[in-house]
């Protein structure tokens, strides 16, 4: 496989596909549900297989390392008991897509990813299982989690953009590596970060409407697998219509 197909869909199972006609999933459609859902398997695996090795081949030299660590003054700075905070800490590799003139976005044409994570079936798609408008306007990003890698807890809430202010919805394309052996998406529920899903299928997709909380656990390598563990996760964003 040299590029991905245009149009998303075309990489789906037919059970899966038929989900668009389904209606909204109920988390999206609930008061004080958390509206996210992710799905595992959502092609064959030899597919998914594909997908993994033309990103590994392609995109991986490309990816910059993406990295904040815990503040080194975080416990010697504190002086009062309970007092501690932690801003967003995250270790991954990752590249803008769209808009962006990086090599990597260039890459990223020339495999196709960008039409397809643009595609209208995405887009379609997106609008089904969220039940949202959607701007027809896609961003685009890829986001790659190595052995120990992860996100720590934070809501993507941003403020201070006016078309982002009110939520927006963020679909992840989702392969794993063989050597990976897990890595969880931790969520907020009620106000707990109480909810949790397994994130290491061979293919995924996931549905956010954010902003909520969350963070995803460092990435867990089968033992000897550590050097090719890596989670890929392609992010299709979209504004609120
Ligand atoms: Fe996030």
């Known amino acids: 496989m040299d590029t991905f197909p245009v149009e998303f869909f ?15 999933l109920p988390q999206f459609t609930t008061p004080h549900w958390t509206p996210v859902a992710v799905m595992q398997d959502v092609m064959p695996t030899s597919r998914a297989a594909d997908c993994v090795a033309l ?41 803008m897509l769209a808009p962006s ?51 720590g807890p934070h809501n993507d809430h941003h403020p201070e953009e006016e078309h982002l202010r009110n939520g927006y919805v963020d679909v992840h394309i989702m392969f794993n590596t063989e050597g990976v052996y897990s890595q969880w998406l931790v969520y907020e529920q009620s106000g707990y970060l109480s909810e949790a899903v397994e994130l ?26 550590e050097a090719d563990a890596r989670r890929w996760l392609l992010l299709s964003s979209f504004v609120l219509a």
């Open 101 to 151: 003139k990086s090599k990597a976005a260039g890459i990223a044409h020339e495999i196709g990813l960008t039409q397809m994570l643009q595609s209208e079936s995405l887009w379609q798609f997106a609008q089904a299982i969220t039940g949202r408008k959607l701007l027809r306007e896609v961003g685009c990003q890829a986001i790659c989690y190595g052995r120990g890698d992860y996100s």
């Open 200 to 225: 290491n299928s061979a293919s995924g997709v996931a549905f956010y409407l954010l902003p909520f909380w969350h963070y995803t656990t460092p990435l867990i390598a089968k033992i000897g697998r």
């Open 55 to 95: 990103l590994e081949t392609s995109l991986l030299p490309q990816l910059k390392l993406m990295e904040k660590p815990i503040p080194a003054d975080s416990i010697s700075g504190m002086t009062e008991n309970y007092s501690e905070k932690l801003a967003k800490t995250v270790r991954v590799r990752s590249a």
């Open 10 to 24: 075309d990489l789906l199972s037919p059970e899966i596909r038929r989900l668009v006609d389904d209606g909204a």
